[in-house]
């Protein structure tokens, strides 16, 4: 078999000698618009605009091109511009390596949920947000603390995690409904409930205190399931979620009492509500 190699992208060499550990970043919506460290091109590489941003450009929104996240050349934090590159604000910044190869190593946004962001460290594992950067917590996990790079497929509950010397972990979020009978039933603060007693619909909210699988269902006195109103992986929080009082096909329910169950990794927390019509 025969390969025909093209030319598509030139880079002029002096432009190495100004970038440090960097990605080529190519727009999603636009690929003629390419970026190498703080230098940009229009055509798909074939000229280039030097030193074009104030920061090295790690990451482009996928569903606004204007909204670019750099970071500095010494890689201590994630910057973001609603302009294109013209103004950059803070959003957070990792300072704990001595070296900044030991700080924040790669940058990455969720394509399936651009909430999501990522970025891994030299020695303190993944940080993560998942509300556009607004708040930062660390990716809790048995993986090497020394991260490389994530993939997060949020949608399909998994991540791929490639770490510097414990290789590549995959992080599986099958998940079944089925009640675990070496779940410990707790009644504590990490589920709420208001209004209670409530006529129309329920706002429950709650608090995970590890990443993993969540589910929230509905049950009456007997036992028997209503709905589910959440079964899916979510990272450590708190969240809000509404019951509007209907059955899982969409049917309003008598009025009584029922149980809300939150399953939260090997725990199950459970809650009264009254509905009254």
């Known amino acids: 078999m025969i390969f025909s190699w093209e030319q598509v992208c030139i880079i002029h060499p002096a432009l190495f000698k100004t970038v440090d550990y960097t990605d080529i970043i190519i727009d999603p919506l636009h690929p003629d618009t390419v970026y190498f460290g703080r230098h940009r091109s229009l055509d798909g590489g074939l000229t280039w605009e030097e030193d074009a941003l104030e920061l ?46 030991q700080n924040i190593r790669n ?42 790079e994530i993939i997060p497929l949020i949608n399909e509950n998994k991540f791929y ?21 070496n779940l410990t039933v707790k009644n504590v603060n990490h589920i709420k409930v208001s209004p209670n007693p409530f006529t129309n619909q329920t706002s429950i909210t709650f608090y995970i205190k590890n990443s993993g699988y969540t589910n929230i269902s509905i049950y009456d006195m007997q036992g028997k399931l209503i709905n589910i109103l959440m079964d899916e992986y ?13 059955d899982i096909n969409g049917k309003e329910v008598n009025s009584g009492l029922y149980i809300i169950c939150l399953q939260s990794g090997k725990n199950l927390y459970s809650i009264k509500v009254v509905l009254f019509k």
């Open 56 to 101: 090295r450009i790690d990451g482009i929104h996928p569903q606004n091109s204007n909204s670019l996240f750099g970071s500095s050349m010494q890689g201590d934090d994630i910057q973001i511009s609603y302009d294109w590159g013209s103004n950059f604000q803070l959003m957070d910044e990792y300072l704990s390596g001595p070296f900044h190869y």
């Open 107 to 148: 940058f990455t946004i969720a394509k399936d949920n651009p909430e999501y962001l990522f970025y891994c460290t030299g020695n303190d594992g993944i940080h993560y947000s998942n509300n556009s950067g607004n708040n930062w917590q660390k990716l809790e996990g048995s993986y090497e603390n020394r991260t490389l």
């Open 161 to 181: 995690i490639a770490t510097h010397g414990d290789g590549v972990w995959v992080y599986d979020t099958t998940y079944t409904t089925e009640i675990d009978g």
């Open 234 to 246: 979510k990272m450590k929080g708190e969240f809000e979620i509404i019951w509007d009082g209907k």
